[in-house]
Structures are given as structure tokens and as C-alpha cells.
């Protein structure tokens, strides 16, 4: 194939795949835009929505970080197994996820009665947002984080040990920010995707709504053209840091290369 041909067929499928983009940018106006985000209450789903991200890839970073390190490393005991729990994870519909929870985490499940006694509820609440949240973003960053981990130079490592330095301060010093890139990637991936969270959502916590939630809603009582400035809305919340993150990503291997 000739290079101008891998140009035009590149092109195409950058077209292709940012046609939806494209597309929603056409069918709004500023004044579309403005009368409908400035009726009372448009702003409630966004704010329970980056509250409920916030808490829920804070958990994921605090909880599967230390898990990813530990499988990059092959620290874990029966690695292959992990992974593919993770794998199966990713994979799985998440529709089929907030099926599942509800026979996991459900009011009359014994999750369900435990968490009652703290006063908590894995159905139509805040909480339960963030645990179908953590759900479907954590595979993202956990196989992320590993991958990131993994390719840091073990050679690098050890030579700062080498130097006298204990096991936490090299992986402060030396595999942190090498790996820093690389998380944030995942990082950004499990954000998007725990900001954007509709499947498992729908099923175990309707209420309160968050954008993706709100975007349903509009569509289906006001119509496409309601809901087009609250999916501008949710593109703008969940990309600027993916975008952010692979810049990032980007900048450090031209910078390694040289």
C-alpha cells in the first residue's frame, strides 16, 4: 500500500471515528446550549456526578494501585489467575454488572443487610452510584497501572537499591515517576469511564442522577434536542484529562528516546 494511500485510509477512519463528535457539534447553537443548561436544576446531575467520580476513582486508585504494583511485579501468588478476574471484569457487559450487583449488594442480599446497619444502601443511592462506578472503571486502571509498572526498567530499581536506598524510597523515587505517564493514562481511562457510567447505573442507582442518567432522562421525555447540551456537557467533564494524560504520555517517551 502506498504511503498516500495509508494516508487517505488514516484519515478516514479518524473521520469516521470522530464522526459522532461531528456530528453533535453541528446539531448545537450557543443559544441552544445556553436556554436549556440554564434551567433550574441543570447543573444537580453534574455536580453528583463528579462528586460520585471523584470518590469513586479515588477508591480505585487507593485500592488498585497497590494490586497492580503487586502483578506487575509478580508478587501475587497465582498472577494468571488475578488477571484474568480482572480480564473477566473488563469484559463483562455492563448492563450484565448492575444485574449482578443487585444479587450481590441488593437490600435483601447479606452485603445488603450489613450495609444497612452503617447506614448505607447499594440501591437508588449516592452510594450506590459510586459502587457501580468502581465497577466499571477499576478493571481499566488496574490493567493500566500494571502495564505502566511493568515497563518500567527493573535495571533502574535495583540500581537504586544497590545505592543504599530501602524498597519504598526507590518506589517513591524511581518507580513512581517513571510510571507516572503511564498511570495517568489509566488513571484518565478509569475517570472517563466512571463519569460516563450508564449500564450498571441504570439498574442499582437511578437516583440521584448524574449526566448520563440526566441525558436518558431528557431523551426521553423532551426529546434529541434537549439532551444534546448535556452530552456536550459530559464530553467536556470526562476528555479534558485522558487528552491531558496521553500529551503527557507522549511528551515523556519523545523524552526518554532522546
Given amino acids: 500500500m502506498s504511503t498516500a494511500m495509508s494516508v487517505a485510509a488514516a484519515v478516514g477512519v479518524w473521520v469516521i471515528l470522530l464522526g ?24 444537580g446531575p453534574l455536580v453528583i456526578s463528579l462528586e460520585a467520580g471523584i470518590v469513586g476513582v479515588g477508591s480505585i486508585v487507593i485500592a488498585g494501585t497497590p494490586l497492580a504494583y503487586l502483578l506487575a511485579h509478580d508478587r501475587m501468588p497465582g498472577r494468571r489467575f488475578w488477571e484474568a478476574g480482572l480480564l473477566i471484569a473488563l469484559m463483562m457487559p455492563p448492563l450484565v454488572i448492575g444485574l449482578l450487583l443487585v444479587f450481590m449488594v441488593g437490600p435483601l442480599t447479606p452485603i445488603g443487610a450489613a450495609l444497612s446497619h452503617v447506614g448505607l444502601s447499594a440501591s437508588n443511592t449516592f452510594f450506590a452510584l459510586v459502587v457501580a462506578e468502581i465497577y466499571e472503571a477499576a478493571p481499566y486502571y488496574v490493567l493500566g497501572a500494571q502495564a505502566a509498572f511493568a515497563a518500567v526498567d527493573p535495571r533502574l530499581e535495583q540500581q537504586a537499591a544497590m545505592l543504599g536506598d530501602p524498597p519504598h524510597r526507590v518506589l517513591r523515587r524511581v518507580t513512581i515517576p517513571l510510571a507516572g505517564p503511564g498511570l495517568a493514562i489509566a488513571l484518565a481511562t478509569a475517570w472517563a469511564r466512571a463519569i460516563g457510567a450508564f449500564g450498571a447505573v441504570i439498574i442499582i442507582a437511578y437516583h440521584p442522577y448524574g449526566l448520563p442518567l440526566q441525558i436518558w432522562t431528557t431523551l426521553q421525555e423532551t426529546g434529541l434536542s434537549s439532551a444534546l447540551p448535556f452530552a456536550l456537557v459530559l464530553l467536556v467533564v470526562a476528555l479534558p484529562l485522558p487528552l491531558v494524560a496521553y500529551s503527557w504520555s507522549a511528551h515523556a517517551r519523545i523524552g526518554n528516546r532522546r
Fill in 20 to 43: 459522532p463528535l461531528i456530528a453533535l457539534i453541528a446539531h448545537l447553537t450557543p443559544a441552544s446550549v445556553v436556554r436549556i443548561l440554564s434551567g433550574p436544576g441543570a447543573f
